[in-house]
């Protein structure tokens, strides 16, 4: 750096650390809100008050943005909360297991939009129609998943999760439902050909609701 580089910092040095001190300089000089100029990369150069209210403007408009999209989820949340209660009251008025399992199968692709709902149960003592069984060895080591919070699973289908699904569809996206207590009853497996439908970030408690509903009406 040059001598005069170096001269050039100092004294901007010293001019910021004046002004941090002295915080009310501007308002003994406020001609100098109208003199001082500013680049902006849309407008220009502009003057330090016009600066100060574009980026006003801008942080009004993304806070605007984050409302409009609190909002959005809220209402999101707001009829998915609707529909899953309506999913587990009718699911405890059924009288029949079989009933149950034809419903929820039945519910869940509609409402998610989905392209396949597997249930696999690890014994079928009731014989019961559209269920898989395997025993919770063989579905762990399938989706490299103990489990062991009990929470749902979503992410990319791999190649071994695929072997859960029974569509012939390119699925890109799982949801993975334990029943019980590390999947010791079973699981309930969703598959979508839409890559973000499930994802691995996203929030799993309505998933773990039915689940829950699902699981206790099964052992009742």
């Not at 002004?19 to 407008?43: A, D, T």
Request: hydrophobic fraction near 40%; proline fraction near 2%.
């Amino acid at each position: 750096m040059s001598r005069a580089a170096e001269d050039l910092v100092r004294v901007e040095g010293k001019i910021a650390s004046y002004l941090e001190k002295n915080p009310e300089f501007f308002e003994r000089h406020p001609q100098l809100l109208e003199e001082l100029k500013i680049n902006h990369k849309v407008y220009g150069s502009v003057s330090l008050v016009e600066r100060q209210i574009l980026n006003l403007r801008d942080r009004t408009e993304t806070l605007q943005q984050r409302l409009n999209e609190m909002v959005i989820n809220a209402q999101d949340n707001s009829e998915l909360l609707v529909k899953c209660s309506e999913i587990a009251v009718r699911m405890v008025e059924l009288q029949t297991k079989q009933q149950i399992v034809d419903y929820l199968k039945e519910q869940l692709i509609k409402y998610f939009d989905i392209n396949d709902c597997q249930v696999w149960l690890c014994n079928n003592p009731e014989n019961l129609e559209g269920v898989n069984v395997s025993d919770v060895d063989t579905l762990r080591k399938l989706t490299d998943i103990q489990f062991i919070q009990n929470d749902p699973i979503c992410g990319r289908v791999t190649e071994s999760i695929s072997q859960l699904f029974k569509v012939e569809d390119n699925l890109q996206s799982y949801a993975l439902i334990p029943l019980g207590d590390g999947a010791e009853v079973g699981l309930i497996a969703l598959g979508s050909e839409d890559v973000g439908l499930f994802t691995a970030d996203m929030g799993t408690l309505f998933l773990r609701f039915i689940g829950d509903i699902f699981h206790a009406c099964l052992v009742k």
